[in-house]
């Protein structure tokens, strides 16, 4: 999907750039006469190589605004003489991108009702709007759209005395949620007419594109889109624009490409597996220490999600399930927790589950463990199985991602046969031996140790147990590591005739 983008600059003018002329001879490709200083603005409609697919100016009919607004350079001239003072503030803009999956009169239509119902109306407020296509430099989807309007409300006899009100960061947040609202209507819209179900999913995306990214993301596994939410597992980076392009382009270093570089390299960090000795003792540990940390329920989630532990929220259904699932366990002679309807739980790359409990928080009673989560948004916490079953098919996603991203490249990683397989004799021997004996008992050690305070003696002895089995289990894999690089390495001395008979 086309990235979503909706920004709002501050009102230029005079001082801090060439005036608002200058502006809408860009965003409409032309050249244009400023009356103001005399002269001449660049020609962009031969200088740059973004196409303009659409132009034009919109304003309240009920405003009885003159004829000559529907003229963008008589317009811009009258809005630059309206201003007296020097350094005055002439106008101001914005940017949105559109979804490339629509036709050009389909994203018309829609922002069309945007600016109509969200900027125009009422307000006086009359806005130059251009839609351009993607340069050459740029990603091919990057359509979008350029909006420019006066500072001051239009009406029958030119502009008025009084200038609009500043809009403010509230406003500002309103404006991208309309954005949103309105290219998730018409991708919907188009959905239906065209009969393509994909273009809802798009619309799902697009919908909620103003929010952070780790909102986006929770958004994402609620509705079982675990592709997006896999994508939305990182830092944002700085838009870098057409300035910058060009910089690099021409061969300048930037530092806001030196920053998206570095913040690049840790969001492919973060999509790397972790290897830990004992997953259920480093998941505790860290709960317990960041509980310890933050007084914010909300940077406790994010401390852990950074960490590689999703939050999630036990529905009805699932504390229904646990009862049952802990009955046939019980009679089994096995054990499995009982989990309760609104209860957190944090659940590992592993899919492992952590309950917020006070052993493994450190907190006195479960009462202060509910009255420190209770200012939680509830409704942003995906449920227990979406969690994990986001987390079960995030491996696969990201091993697909990075195969599309180096046949894309046209690079082929793999190492030669002879070579990658004489290398991965240590590695082969030491999965199977882990895989054979440590994983079902790192399984039930964790299990049994999560939930040690509520354990009666035996099972306490079985888990006691269980840690030694794993333990003894350990030191066979290290053997065995060792042995399979012993053979390795006169493997590839002696090619196989130093081995022992």
């Not at 273009?199 to 697009?206: C, K, P, S, V, Y």
């Not at 690099?248 to 570095?262: H, L, S, W």
């Amino acid at each position: 999907m086309a990235q979503f983008r909706f920004e709002i600059h501050w009102p230029s003018g005079r001082k801090n750039s060439s005036g608002c002329v200058s502006k809408a001879a860009y965003i409409n490709r032309e050249k244009y006469r400023d009356e103001r200083t005399g002269k001449i603005t660049a020609d962009y409609s031969k200088k740059h190589d973004e196409e303009l697919l659409w132009a034009t100016m919109f304003v309240d009919p009920k405003r009885n605004a003159p004829a000559w607004v529907n003229d963008p350079e008589r317009f811009w001239n009258e809005a630059s003489k309206a201003e007296k003072r020097w350094d005055a503030l002439e106008c101001q803009d914005a940017i949105g991108n559109l979804p490339h999956e629509l036709t050009l009169e389909q994203n018309k239509r829609w922002v069309t009702d945007f600016i109509r119902e969200h900027l125009t109306r009422g307000t006086g407020r009359a806005v130059n709007v251009a839609f351009h296509a993607p340069s050459e430099q740029s990603d091919e989807r990057n359509y979008h759209c350029h909006m420019l309007w006066s500072l001051r409300p239009i009406a029958a006899d030119g502009f008025e005395n009084n200038k609009l009100p500043t809009l403010t960061p509230a406003d500002v947040e309103r404006l991208r949620e309309k954005w949103a609202h309105h290219g998730a209507r018409a991708l919907e819209r188009a959905a239906r007419e065209q009969n393509q179900p994909e273009l809802q999913t798009e619309a799902d995306r697009w919908r909620v594109g103003h929010m952070t990214l780790d909102r986006q993301r929770e958004e994402a596994i609620q509705r079982g889109d675990f592709d997006w939410a896999t994508k939305l597992d990182r830092e944002p980076q700085r838009h870098e624009g057409p300035k910058v392009t060009a910089m690099e382009r021409d061969g300048v270093q930037t530092r806001v490409r030196a920053i998206n570089e570095e913040t690049q390299e840790r969001n492919d960090a973060r999509t790397k597996p972790r290897v830990r000795e004992n997953p259920w003792q480093h998941g505790k540990q860290l709960i317990r220490d960041e509980w310890g940390k933050k007084a914010d329920p909300a940077e406790f989630r994010k401390a852990l999600r950074d960490q590689g532990y999703l939050l999630a929220r036990v529905s009805k259904d699932e504390a229904a399930q646990s009862i049952k699932d802990h009955a046939t366990a019980k009679e089994a002679g096995r054990y499995s927790p009982k989990l309760y309807e609104g209860e957190y739980v944090f659940v590992d790359e592993g899919s492992r589950i952590f309950r917020l409990t006070p052993e493994t928080t450190g907190a006195k009673t479960f009462k202060t463990i509910n009255e420190y989560m209770k200012p939680l948004d509830q409704t942003s916490v995906p449920t227990l199985t979406k969690t994990v079953e986001f987390m079960e098919m995030r491996p696969e996603i990201i091993a697909k991602e990075r195969s599309q991203q180096r046949q894309s490249r046209g690079h082929d990683h793999r190492k030669p046969s002879s070579v990658r397989k004489e290398r991965d004799i240590p590695g082969r021997l030491s999965r199977v031996a882990e895989r054979q004996v440590g994983a079902t008992l790192d399984m039930i050690g964790g299990a049994l140790n999560i939930l040690v305070p509520i354990l009666d003696p035996k099972q306490k002895a079985e888990g006691r147990q269980a840690d030694k089995q794993k333990e003894f289990a350990g030191k066979e894999a290290d053997r065995a590591r060792e042995e399979a690089a012993r053979i390795a390495e006169n493997e590839r001395r002696w090619g196989g005739q130093g081995r022992e008979r």
